[in-house]
């Protein structure tokens, strides 16, 4: 099976994180699409981060009535901070019969080759990129990409959790499941009280 993987913190995902993967599971090869759930991303700022369980259970609530996706906490039982290319030894080994494509925007391209071990990861695994607004794809790593113009909102996690904390709607910016998950918790809004 062809899998993509889609790599994030999800910190709360969107309705921008599920245009981009219905987009490109119409528009390629891919098969199902896994939502990686990252506990702890070395290049994000961790205080606004959500609890990975509770970023987790809102990617499957968004996401439990497309069979196509999959919400994978598979970096949970790895080391921190999360390091792809560990991940995806990790899946090899676990699912060999798969073969997994890594999917990212053309912002995050544009830092591969500051990742751990950015040479293994070019070299055996092909990379689906949606173009970004202002981030150009200069792939002077050779590696094996697809270049796509999946549907782009201007929507980032950073502002939802703006509007959260000021007390302002987020209707029609995250599945309506998730606009009533997050508002009868207390998600985002306990970092606005430190």
Do not use: C
Request: aromatic share 10%; no cysteine; net charge positive.
């Amino acid at each position: 099976m062809k899998v993509g993987l889609y790599f994030g913190s999800f910190n709360p995902i969107h309705i921008g994180h599920l245009i981009i993967a219905n987009h490109i599971l119409n528009e390629s090869a891919i098969e199902k699409m896994w939502f990686i759930v990252s506990p702890l991303n070395p290049f994000k700022d961790t205080q606004s981060l959500m609890n990975e369980y509770d970023r987790l259970h809102l990617v499957n609530k968004a996401i439990e009535e497309d069979p196509r996706l999959k919400a994978s906490d598979i970096e949970f039982s790895l080391p921190k901070p999360s390091y792809t290319v560990h991940t995806l030894a990790y899946l090899k080994e676990k699912y060999p019969d798969h073969s997994f494509s890594i999917i990212m925007g053309s912002d995050g391209f544009q830092n591969i080759g500051k990742w751990k071990n950015a040479e293994v990861i070019i070299e055996n695994y092909p990379i689906i990129i949606y173009k970004r607004p202002g981030f150009e794809v200069d792939n002077k790593l050779n590696a094996r990409i697809t270049v796509m113009n999946a549907p782009l909102l201007e929507i980032s996690s950073t502002h939802i959790r703006e509007l959260i904390k000021k007390g302002k709607s987020i209707k029609y910016l995250v599945p309506s499941s998730i606009e009533k998950e997050i508002l009868s918790s207390s998600f985002f809004r306990k970092a606005h009280k430190k």
